[in-house]
């Protein structure tokens, strides 16, 4: 009897914790699965809300990670859509029922029953990873394996914002600087958007990195941009930003909470969300999100910045972000496996 070949991984036990470092079987893909070899694997703001607790019933233990750029290995029963050797992208969204009234109308983000990679699934912080063939995307081969991963949650989540601000925006608010916001303000400049980035007060830097990806003006989340705005994206998770936001939108503009979690949002007076100005939320992707924004990215030769980590220094890049010490996004890059094979 030969040991079963294992693989690197690391793995939240309980909220709170650090990752700690695992060797686990390598898994095998269930029917309609493809296993993935993990080239890389993004870090998202998501994954520390879920290391902090503000997520409610993770699967537990769980392997984080939802931005993953994978070769397919293996395929289970009844998968045919990619052939070994082919590379994809793995997102949050990792299952949907299709029964749930959400699903048949059209609205799978929201399915009720859905499962989520790196929450209620298995994710990416690891050297393999099996994904649902249904929800897995082809990758442009204008993108690296490190370039890609932030597209995979940062630009996808940030597409969807980006979509609800609606047609016809001309001047686009962008509040927290971070991964998404630099994809979608590189999208927003190449169809001609002027884009105002805000960052936390004082931060130069940032407003630096932002106006080299793409925004026309940069300043202090408290200041107000030289012109009122059509639309604007909150990123950053900082309730205080929607009436700051709301302030800075015209009548009928829309403001986009892009997060999955966000601080108490403080009481504002009404006047600021009058004239029929809109704030919305966006939860999860769709399928179609990926289908349209990947190529676009392509198409606008968007340039993701990112810092790269071993798998094992999972825990620093999750602290740098949290930190807010990183410019773009943190990916982490699994070694090859050698044991057991
Ligand atoms: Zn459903
Ligand atoms: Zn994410």
């Known amino acids: 009897m030969t040991d079963a070949?294992?693989?690197?991984?690391?793995?939240?036990?309980?909220?709170?914790?650090?990752?700690?470092?695992?060797?686990?079987?390598?898994?095998?893909?269930?029917?309609?699965?493809?296993?993935?070899?993990?080239?890389?694997?993004?870090?998202?703001?998501?994954?520390?809300?879920?290391?902090?607790?503000?997520?409610?019933e993770p699967r537990l233990p769980v392997i984080p990670g939802h931005e993953i750029v994978g070769e397919v290995v293996a395929t289970g029963s009844d998968a045919g859509r990619f052939a070994p050797g082919q590379r994809v992208g793995v997102p949050w969204l990792g299952w949907t029922c299709g029964e749930c009234e959400p699903c048949r109308s059209g609205r799978e983000n929201l399915?009720?029953?859905?499962?989520?990679?790196?929450?209620?699934?298995?994710?990416?912080?690891?050297?393999?990873?099996?994904?649902?063939?249904?929800y897995c995307f082809p990758l442009p081969e204008a993108f690296d394996?490190?370039?890609?991963?932030?597209?995979?949650?940062?630009?996808?989540?940030?597409?969807?914002?980006?979509?609800?601000?609606?047609e016809g925006v001309r001047d686009l608010g962008i509040y927290g600087f971070g991964a998404a916001a630099h994809i979608i303000a590189q999208i927003a400049a190449y169809q001609g958007k002027q884009v105002f980035a805000f960052t936390r007060p004082g931060d130069a830097a940032a407003q630096e990195f932002a106006r080299r990806h793409g925004a026309n003006w940069a300043g202090d989340s408290t200041d107000h941009p030289p012109v009122?705005?059509?639309?604007?994206?909150?990123?950053?998770?900082?309730?205080?930003?929607?009436?700051?936001?709301?302030?800075?939108?015209?009548?009928?503009?829309?403001?986009?909470?892009?997060?999955?979690?966000?601080?108490?949002?403080?009481?504002?007076?009404?006047?600021?969300?009058?004239?029929?100005?809109?704030?919305?939320?966006?939860?999860?992707?769709?399928?179609?999100?990926?289908?349209?924004?990947?190529?676009?990215?392509?198409?606008?030769?968007?340039?993701?910045?990112?810092?790269?980590?071993p798998l094992a220094a999972a825990n620093e890049a999750l602290h740098r972000l949290r930190a807010g010490q990183l410019s773009g996004a943190a990916v982490l890059i699994p070694s090859e496996t050698t044991q057991g094979t």
């Open 228 to 309: 009122a705005l059509d639309a604007a994206i909150i990123f950053a998770p900082a309730g205080g930003l929607v009436p700051a936001a709301l302030a800075a939108v015209k009548p009928g503009g829309v403001v986009v909470c892009g997060g999955i979690h966000m601080s108490d949002i403080p009481s504002f007076p009404y006047r600021l969300l009058w004239e029929e100005r809109t704030v919305r939320s966006v939860a999860n992707l769709e399928r179609r999100d990926g289908e349209e924004f990947l190529p676009l990215a392509a198409r606008a030769g968007v340039h993701t910045e990112v810092e790269l980590f």
């Open 5 to 56: 070949p294992t693989m690197s991984a690391m793995v939240l036990d309980a909220p709170h914790r650090a990752l700690a470092q695992r060797e686990l079987p390598i898994p095998q893909p269930g029917p309609g699965e493809v296993l993935l070899r993990v080239r890389a694997c993004g870090v998202c703001r998501t994954d520390l809300h879920l290391v902090d607790g503000e997520l409610p």
């Open 145 to 166: 394996d490190a370039h890609a991963a932030p597209l995979l949650c940062a630009g996808l989540i940030g597409y969807r914002s980006y979509r609800f601000c609606g």
């Open 111 to 134: 399915c009720r029953r859905s499962r989520f990679h790196g929450y209620t699934l298995d994710g990416g912080y690891a050297q393999y990873a099996c994904a649902d063939e249904r």
